[in-house]
């Protein structure tokens, strides 16, 4: 008798607990349904920031959402397609990801991941551009932004596939990030991609050869950096050569 009240109490306890369950689902379900007369009220917009923010602004937002036709404040709930929204702006350049979806209170949000471009590559006769780490390249040019600039004999692909790797190195270490300016790219007499640095700090060319093993050579010039520019100073050598594997050659 005794186990059949505890089974029967049992039983009456999960069938509560499974209408308190059907009704917050159906109390979510009717708070997120908008009725027809419900209008958006707010946009709340998150854009993921990063070192080199300033690509993508509220402001950007709202004019691509309002030249496209799918601002969706002040619109019927029920008129606005999100996706329509994240396919607008997909299609900047500087956006990586996308997400857009209605909310509770009458709200659109909208998350963005920005893209991090990591150096500004201006070739010989050629209009610039900014490449990413993963080799995207993001054509737009009126967006003022302090990053490392490549110039000289730069073909698309040598950009995409080798200056982004050393781009994103520089932008993920703070000292080679605030001391390189500008890398040069030319050829030599092999008819093979080489590459001179200008920092920032000191008057040398450092001549870092060709762009494999770049962390390596960056290390030694780091070594040396360290143990001989405070004896000799910053502005003793015209050139700093890392070319070759474990030496350096300065030239006054």
Not at 37 to 48: G, Q, Y
Not at 116 to 140: A, C, E
Not at 202 to 225: A, S
Request: charged content about 20%.
């Amino acid at each position: 008798m005794m186990q059949l009240k505890k089974g029967i109490t049992i039983l009456m306890a999960t069938i509560l607990c499974l209408g308190v369950v059907a009704y917050v689902v159906y109390a979510m379900f009717v708070a997120s349904t908008p009725s027809p007369e419900d209008r958006c009220t707010k946009i709340e917009l998150t854009i993921e920031q990063n070192r080199h923010a300033g690509f993508i602004t509220n402001e950007v937002i709202e004019s691509e959402l309002r030249h496209a036709g799918v601002y969706p404040k002040d619109r019927l709930m029920t008129d606005i397609r999100t996706r329509d929204i994240e396919t607008v702006l997909a299609k900047n350049e500087f956006i990586e990801s996308v997400e857009c979806y209605k909310t509770a209170n009458n709200a659109v949000s909208i998350d963005i991941r920005q893209r991090t471009p990591v150096m500004y590559v201006l070739p010989d006769n050629s209009k610039g551009y900014y490449i990413d780490s993963y080799g995207k390249v993001i054509s737009k040019v009126n967006y003022p932004v302090n990053l490392p600039v490549a110039t000289g004999t730069i073909p698309q692909a040598y950009a995409q596939k080798y200056l982004s790797q050393f781009g994103a190195f520089i932008a993920n270490n703070e000292f080679w990030n605030s001391q390189i300016e500008q890398i040069h790219v030319s050829m030599n007499a092999d008819r093979e991609h080489i590459i001179d640095l200008i920092p920032r700090v000191g008057d040398q060319i450092i001549h870092l050869g060709h762009v494999t093993g770049f962390e390596r050579k960056l290390h030694r010039l780091m070594v040396f950096y360290e143990r001989a520019m405070p004896e000799v100073g910053w502005n003793k050598y015209a050139s700093i050569d890392l070319e070759y594997d474990g030496q350096i050659i300065c030239k006054k």
